[in-house]
């Protein structure tokens, strides 16, 4: 085997040593700064996402922020909106029953007008009536004739009696 012959020991070291040189040097100069710049390319790129992605969370959160503030605005105007609504409900209900208690107050007036009118009415007939009963009784079976006016004295009298 060539490798274990110790008369070529010294050209493979030679050219082992060239080649390892000649590879760091390709190394060295090419491909490792290549491969840094990649790094350095990724690490600024990761760096700059992270500041855009803090960023944008900050934004996220200011939107947020009002956005939460306009459901509570929201929510007030629209406690507001139905107080007012109850106020209202509550005044034209309040008028509405004052209408009412005022159209029965009238309607019981005037039905108790109309109630008085028919008993003055129909207490003036009733006296009317008894006195001429009275009248034509009193010629019937006593054969006597009395005087309207005493007639009605004596009806006016006996009703004043059973009232008290």
Known sequence: ??????????????????TFVI????MSRVILP?????LEQRQDRIASDLEEAEKLRKEAQKVIEIYEKEIENAHISANQITEEGKKKISS??????????????????EAESSID??????????????????QKLTKTI??????QKTIKFKIEEQLGKQVN
Do not use: C, H, R
């Open 142 to 147: 006593i054969n006597k004739n009395l005087d």
């Open 23 to 26: 590879l760091y040097l390709i």
């Open 117 to 134: 009118d028919i008993k003055i009415k129909t207490k003036s007939e009733i006296k009317e009536i008894t006195s001429e009963l009275v």
């Open 34 to 38: 290549k491969i840094a710049d990649v």
């Open 1 to 18: 085997m060539p490798q274990l012959d110790y008369g070529t020991f010294i050209p493979q070291i030679v050219w082992l040593l060239l």
């Open 92 to 109: 034209d209900i309040n008028s509405l029953n004052n209408d009412f208690e005022l159209m029965i107050e009238k309607l019981t007036n």
